[in-house]
């Protein structure tokens, strides 16, 4: 086990240092517009005089691979600089927002695993039926429809709409300690991955249901419930699992438009406006950080592998 988590780990290593790479390219004035000396010297009008000092302060005048050593060399003491705009540590910064995008996402895959998975058993239990053609086109509307305007039609609905007819109406923007704040962008941001779950774990369980020894299960005489619950999803779970293991990671880095339909105080909305700003450290502090957690969940699925299925061994399958 051991073993096969370090070649995993060793494996991230190019990964991440391509990613650092790329982001740290993409910051370069001549890839994208806008002036990181204006950014950082708070003024319109910059002097060449302050010009040149701040070239120098920051190190603008070094090749862009001394930049980039100088960079990784402070990233990995867990310096992700200074924001242009604010004029504090990145760090600061997303680790103040960091807990609002994790108690979103957690909600959400939370709604993507109970909704999803429920979905998916009815669908498949009860193939052909009202309930399966009900589940299969819900989840191909909601595939097909962009997120933000998905939240917008819930803010509409479920905000302004109901608070008019006087019933029970949920907050359309903003963030509080209550928990009526997180229902839209939760759902909002579960929406397209719920519909996913659902078809997968509608898939995988039909398939494991015509397998030997669920037949020899159901001619046993066990109940139905029985056979799929105790039998058949224990199985059919592996695909689901890595699903939302993977989503989980997703969301974290995929909360930008949601965080921003609903002005959610998290990472996703404070990139967003990095990227309007141009504070390039924030963007690429938030992008490591994402990356980071998003490889950390990848390994830990594939681990958990083999605690649902005891044929696999960390990274083969025992036949």
């Known amino acids: 086990m051991l073993k ?3 070649r995993r780990i060793l494996q991230m290593i190019p990964v991440f240092i391509g990613v650092t790479i790329l982001l740290f390219l993409l910051r370069s004035p001549a890839l994208v517009p806008g002036d990181p000396v204006r950014m950082l010297a708070g003024e319109r009008n910059v002097t060449p005089a302050v010009r040149a000092q701040v070239i120098k302060d920051y190190g603008l005048d070094k090749p862009i691979y001394v930049q980039y050593e100088r960079y990784m060399a402070k990233l990995v003491r867990g310096d992700l600089g200074q924001s242009y705009q604010q004029q ?6 997303l680790v103040q927002k960091f807990p609002n995008t994790l108690k979103l996402a ?3 895959i939370l709604i993507e695993a109970v909704l999803g998975i429920a979905a998916g058993v009815l669908s498949a239990v009860k193939r052909f039926s009202f309930w399966d053609v009900l589940v299969t086109l819900s989840t191909s509307v909601l595939v097909s429809v962009p997120v933000f305007w998905l939240g917008m039609g819930f803010q509409l609905l479920f905000g302004i709409k109901f608070k008019q007819w006087g019933l029970p109406y949920l907050p359309v923007t903003g963030i509080s300690p209550f928990w009526n704040h997180v229902i839209l962008p939760a759902f909002t941001l579960a929406s397209v991955s719920t519909a996913y779950a659902a078809r997968i774990t509608r ?5 494991v249901m015509g397998q030997d020894y ?7 005489g066990l109940a139905g419930g029985q056979v799929i619950w105790r039998h058949a999803m224990k199985n059919a779970m592996i695909p689901v699992v890595t699903f939302l293991g993977l989503d989980l990671g997703a969301m974290v880095g995929g909360t930008i438009l949601t965080e921003t339909v609903f002005n959610w105080d998290g990472v996703g909305l404070t990139i967003f406006k990095a990227i309007s700003l141009r504070d390039w450290p ?7 950080i994402i990356v980071l957690m998003v490889m950390v969940i990848n390994l830990v699925v594939d681990i958990s ?3 649902l299925d005891p044929r696999i061994r960390y990274g083969h399958v025992e036949r």
């Open 305 to 307: 592998y083999a605690f």
């Open 282 to 288: 924030i963007v690429t502090g938030g992008v490591i």
């Open 88 to 93: 504090r540590p990145v760090k600061t910064i």
């Open 214 to 220: 669920i037949r020899t299960a159901t001619a046993k």
């Open 106 to 108: 957690l909600v959400a």
């Open 203 to 207: 898939s995988q369980l039909l398939e």
């Open 4 to 6: 096969y988590i370090g």
